[in-house]
DNA sequence: ATGCTTCGGGATAACGTTATCCCACACTGA
DNA sequence: TCAGTGTGGGATAACGTTATCCCGAAGCAT
């Protein structure tokens, strides 16, 4: 397990004293050429400078980080890192730009190994952590929150502890999807889409219940929340579908449920009307190309950072919880008109 | 730029010093309590341990770092975030039986951003590198590379350098596309796929040359590397398709050229026949089924940090180029016959 | 009772930086 | 010539760990 790297002889690496001396100087003199500190003369700075090239000499950052208390990176605690993440993306870009570096772990759906990252992001004292949170209680992040970690949760909330967050506007999206079908003539939508324990998954099945209310469509037989696995999803579908008045439309609740809908429906894609919550790649190759609720991935990411820097340089100001709006792409298969 | 996040006044977080004082021992006895050495007494060890838990202390993995010289953390420079990346997927479990966390940066397919990045990991002194190379030339790694940094280039070689590598047998996966088309009847099979500049669209472009030469069929015409834009691939396509005699079967080169042909033939991708290099996620949902040259992603990240930690126990070894190998899998697309 | 071993646990010096002090040197003005 | 004033640059003490020593007390045999 933990047998860490680092068996061979790899040749220690030259440090500040090691410059130093070859440049023939003090110590801190070194540093301050190093930090570019305007006090040093002109040809002692060449000297030090000619010293460094001529060692290969590269500062230690942790070194650094010790000693001045921060250590320029936060770390990203997404769910995946196997599947496309445009908000890893984001965050990744937006750091750059406030010069800071991303660790990016994943926890892979998984409560345990959630927290083993985070605590490891700690223990490496990053500066702020973004997270797509998993678990449904990170109370074991209130001593460090109180500590004044900045750490913002994404997609969800964090459960249990006050943490800023970026959301997507999930009802919203709902609603443009529902409406999108109406318009088109569909009375009867199906909703099939994430375990209700999951944050995502709540909000959506609830906002898809009250689209059915306001409208007055058929509700019961119509809402499949549930953890999405190959057979639940075909299950609910086989069963929205049979009956004497069978579904026209299909609402999915997240991209897995979507590509496993398409699955089960294989050529018959053509015959049900779908709109998929959040956007994918391929979407627009589909036959017919999928219509679908797209979430703002980059502002997503964005705003994140700007929340975690705020955080930072204000560890007291008020919690806060953004709201992104989402945007509907029809490209077909959600303007697909009910079966005459 | 660089505004580095600290404004505010974080409260300092608790250190080894105050549970010594707090359980009323000496620093060292807190260390190794904190380390589980044997050697400390049991009603010692409890009474450490519940100043740890009261304090809410967590050692700080920096200067642990510092102290032992080893940082327990690996780099992976990856061309792009925001895709599906199986292979820093598998770097990253792989890295987690072994006790490592991977730092995770994007290299933006740009020469100078990887080179920022890798240095930043240098910096940061992690225990080894897995790099999706794209620049030409890793001289910059040298004094990196002789000081025995453990490098393991993923995809395509590091240009300039000695340093261990993982790749796809990409001649043996256009050799089982060709076959495949072949045995299925086309002889005149067109080849579109990334610049020659880069390593994957070299080894693989003169892998369908060669192919096509030993089977005798046509050549000319027929062999479309160049960066992949939706034009170009566009235009590629056009140029092979028309003609008196055009060409009934297709091989793509990578992800990005397969989509942005499936883009173009719209509703008539069903006329091609079509086999693309590299998997993805939806190729099974199309129609027709993308037949695919399938890359063990999950292995190669397997290997890469195999090689890695091999390095690192014996900075002579050998430099040592492993190639994967691929599989070809049926889907529906490469397995069209040609239009009588 | 005394000498020897064993073993738990405390000072203290690193690791590679940066920040605080402080000194030595040149320069100016009377 | 001497006091006053910057100013470049060197010792040295942190930052939060761990490793090397070393000491004091207990256990054992004689």
New binding site residues.
């Given amino acids: 397990m933990t047998d860490r790297l680092g068996g061979g002889v790899r040749r220690?690496?030259p440090?500040?004293?090691d410059v130093a001396r070859e440049a023939g100087?003090?110590?801190?003199?070194v540093?301050r050429v190093?930090?570019s500190d305007p006090?040093?003369?002109a040809h002692?700075v060449s000297r030090v400078q000619a010293a460094i090239s001529a060692l290969d000499y590269a500062?230690?950052e942790r070194?650094?980080q010790?000693?001045?208390?921060t250590s320029g990176t936060i770390g990203a605690a997404v769910r995946n890192l196997a599947d496309a993440h445009p908000v890893l993306s984001a965050v990744d870009m937006a750091s750059r730009s406030h010069g800071l570096a991303v660790l990016a772990m994943s926890t892979e759906d998984d409560e345990a190994r959630e927290r083993e990252a985070v605590m490891s992001m700690c223990g490496r004292r990053v500066d702020g952590i973004v997270i797509e949170p998993i678990g449904t209680s990170h109370d074991y992040l209130s001593a460090e929150l109180a500590g004044g970690l900045p750490l913002v949760a994404v997609d969800r909330p964090c459960g249990g502890v006050e943490a800023d967050a970026v959301l997507s506007d999930n009802a919203a999206g709902i609603g443009m999807a529902y409406r999108q079908l109406s318009v088109h003539g569909h009375r009867r939508i199906a909703y099939i889409g994430d375990d209700e324990r999951i944050f995502t998954g709540r909000e959506r099945a609830a906002a898809f219940r009250a689209c059915v209310a306001a409208s007055g469509g058929p509700l019961s037989g119509m809402v499949h929340p549930g953890v999405v696995t190959s057979s639940r999803v075909a299950s609910a579908l086989a069963s929205v579908l049979s009956g004497p008045s069978p579904a026209t439309a299909l609402i999915t609740g997240n991209v897995a449920t979507t590509i496993e809908a398409l699955r089960y429906l294989g050529a018959d894609a053509g015959r049900l009307a779908l709109v998929g919550f959040d956007d994918f790649t391929l979407a627009d190759i589909l036959r017919p190309a999928l219509t679908v609720v797209a979430q703002n991935s980059a502002e997503i990411g964005r705003t994140a950072i700007d929340l975690l820097t705020a955080r930072a340089a204000d560890p007291g100001r008020p919690v806060q919880t953004v709201t992104i709006p989402v945007e509907l792409i029809a490209r077909g298969s959600g303007e697909l008109p009910p079966p005459v």
Same sequence: chains 1, 2.
């Fill in positions: 220690k690496r440090t500040m004293r100087v003090a110590l801190r003199t540093s190093v930090n006090t040093v003369g002692l500062p230690d070194a650094q010790l000693r001045r208390g």
